[in-house]
């Protein structure tokens, strides 16, 4: 269970990453990048969602708190497809994508700060308010799909350093979570 939090968190920071670098070409090569970016994203879409699958099949029931990874991955895989094969048609709904993931993310981590301010109410605040900023970035960037790429780089980056910071509060609190979630039922052994 500790090394699945702390392998929680380091996907966190590079997916983090990952979209920093997204967000910074979007910014720099706002024309260009855009199909290159798509084909980019569908392909880490679809190795997100088989990690996560992946994961799904080796925890299978044993842990309720990280029960969501088949459903994330599954998501995630169908997304990652649509970006790949429709590639010229999706120029216009390219932020719709990136949109709804960041939506989505934004609910998983907020559905694990309501568990997580059962444990401890600080890293439960944190993680909650990060995942409200991450669900208003997603509903931006979709609400405005003729914003400029530019725009979308920002809220992009926002959102790749709300999900570094989320990853960094977990691997700094590893243990604390850890051994509070011992406590409770969310562990079957």
Known sequence: MEKKLEKFGWELI????????????????????????????????????????????????????FNYDMYY???????????????NQLSQAFRTLIGIWIIYSGIIKLIFATTISTIDNNIGKSTLIFSIIIIICGIFVIAYDNSIMITLGIIIIIYSIMEIITGFIYLNNIKKIFNALKKTTFIIK
Not at 26 to 37: A, D, G, W
Not at 73 to 87: D, P, T
């Open 14 to 65: 590079i997916a983090g990453i990952f979209f920093a670098i997204i967000g910074l070409i979007l910014i720099c090569f706002p024309e260009t990048s855009l199909r290159f970016i798509e084909t980019v994203v569908g392909i880490l879409f679809i190795f997100i969602g088989i990690t996560k699958i992946s994961d799904y099949k080796k925890l299978s029931k044993k842990n309720i708190l």
């Open 73 to 87: 991955g599954m998501i995630a895989v169908i997304l990652g497809a649509i970006a790949i094969l429709f590639e």
